[in-house]
């Protein structure tokens, strides 16, 4: 499955930004689908999944009740809604695969298959 995610942008403090995730080559039922993200020097930090269903969640305590992350299965799209972005928030996000069936709650990047390109977001204050 081949992933391109989009959405990043440039937005103030306490706003909204909409990641997407489109899929390719592969249906995203299939698959758990996880966002990242990568800020300058730091290691790549789990952000959130979402199960092939569509029926489960599991977030990073950083992102609980800011983030949410759904699925559009019919448009093979994952989504990362974000709400009451804070400057820490600032990174490259990426969205990730790994086969349906396996536990959505898994914050490792080795537990991932697969990898899109990232998009940059930029929180500023």
């Known amino acids: 499955v081949q992933l391109q995610a989009s959405g990043g942008g440039l937005v103030q403090a306490g706003g909204s930004l909409r990641l997407s995730c489109a899929a390719s080559?592969?249906?995203?039922?299939?698959?758990?689908m996880g966002w990242f993200r990568q800020a300058p020097g730091k290691e790549r930090e789990f952000v959130g999944a979402?199960?092939?269903?569509?029926?489960?969640?599991y977030y990073a305590d950083s992102v609980k009740g800011r983030f949410t992350i759904s699925r559009d299965n019919a448009k093979n799209t994952v989504y990362l809604q974000m709400n009451s972005l804070k400057p820490e928030d600032t990174a490259v996000y990426l969205c990730?695969?790994?086969?349906?069936?396996?536990?959505?709650?898994?914050?490792?990047?080795?537990?991932?298959?697969?990898w899109g390109q990232g998009t940059q977001v930029t929180v500023s204050s």
């Open positions: 990730s695969a790994r086969p349906r069936g396996r536990s959505i709650m898994v914050q490792s990047t080795r537990s991932y298959d697969y």
């Open positions: 080559g592969r249906t995203v039922s299939s698959y758990v």
């Open positions: 979402i199960s092939g269903l569509g029926g489960s969640t």
